[in-house]
């Protein structure tokens, strides 16, 4: 399934940007364009929300939501030789930091350094088995030679992201840091490309990318608590098992080209997820089910809960290796989230009835 030109440049650009939770704005600079081409109305809240809306006038709210943040570093402190102490922004995997290469982001521009790793003849064998296990103890080479040099180009607070990008891999897979969750971004501006020009007088289609998912759904809580939309659909990265050591019995079975991943629960509507089902088979689309017994930790959540007449559902993205500097998703089970949510929203009538039963 070859994705077009123009959605493959954007998703590359968007991928290429940094934006570590409450730092979303170069990421969503790139959304904001995009949006531009296929919204009758595009805006960006306090928040840092940017939204994306087509027919907005229309009786039935409709809220599309990817979240714009990933996962990155902060700096904290700056010792006397002009190391670099920092902590996590989001559920950071110490194990992977050692060794990696990171871009500071700061207002002089980007500041390239390295994690510091103390060399393998010099470890005792508790260090060798069971490496770090507090980040405090970890730090960031810029190649200072003191305090003051590091504060000529560094200030507190500011955030950094390791060094990873774009790598086409076989079978049309792909890895990069931050696919969590930068492609359900891609999903949700998508379905507006897709959308443009469809006679949907009923619906009005808020495409939002979201800010600050990853430390407690907070552009979400904000964006969907002002919309109450009738219609609340998620879109994330789900935990593909096709990979070692991944425990199916835990999370449900998926895996990479297999689909778009469909999620039954308490958090999500009983109603919607059936019409979402029902469409992936009228339309012949792949997709696959994993349940999630409790709330979901997606935008899912928040949107649910932002209203008692929301209906949410969690569309995913297979994901391999989350919250590491080599997520792996699949470009096919991609265009089929985008295909799916587009069918799903044709068919919502103008009379909603999600009522359990």
Known sequence: MAMPKNALDFLKNLLACPTPSGYEMPGQAVVRDYLQKYADEVRT????????VQNPDAAVKVMLAGHCDEIGLMIMHVDEKGFLYFSAVGGVNLQLLQGESVLIHTAKGVIPGVIGVKPIHLMDEKERTEGTKKIETLWIDIGATDKKDAEKVVKLGDIATVNKGWLPLRNNNVASRGFDNRIGVFVVAEVLRVLRGVKL????IHAVSTVQEEIGLRGATTAANALKPDVGIAVDVGFATDAPNM????????KLGGGPIIHRGANFNHQLFALIEQTAKRQKIPTQLQPIPRGSGTDANAMQMASNRTAAALVSIPNRYMHSPVETVNLDDVENAVKLIAETLKKLPARLDFQPV
């Open 45 to 52: 809240d306090t928040h840092g929300n940017v939204w994306g």
């Open 201 to 204: 007088p009923h619906l009005a």
């Open 247 to 254: 425990e199916a019995k835990k999370v449900g079975e998926a």
